[in-house]
């Protein structure tokens, strides 16, 4: 009887651990996920991400469009 209440003791302790985890992991993995999108806005609209922004980059032949870089964030965020 003891060990099936230890093996329950240990299965309460592997859920809260796991609880745990999935509790820090996805606020963590959710800014991961808005950073990667905002990025790819940025460059999609011919810009370049520095320094936590979207600031305009132009190179030869390339145009940054602050327009497409607000629809395109406005649509992630519908998501």
């Not at 796991?18 to 509790?23: G, T």
């Not at 390339?62 to 964030?73: E, G, I, V």
Request: charged letters at 15%.
């Amino acid at each position: 009887m003891k060990e099936a209440a230890g093996e329950a003791n240990l299965t309460v302790v592997a859920i809260i651990l796991i609880a745990i985890i999935v509790a820090i992991a996805t606020p963590l993995i959710a800014s991961l996920m808005t950073s990667a999108t905002a990025r790819a806005c940025c460059t999609d609209a011919g810009g370049r991400w520095r320094s936590g922004a979207c600031e305009s980059f132009t190179q030869a032949g390339a145009h940054f469009d602050r327009m497409s870089y607000s629809s395109c964030m406005a649509n992630a965020s519908e998501r």
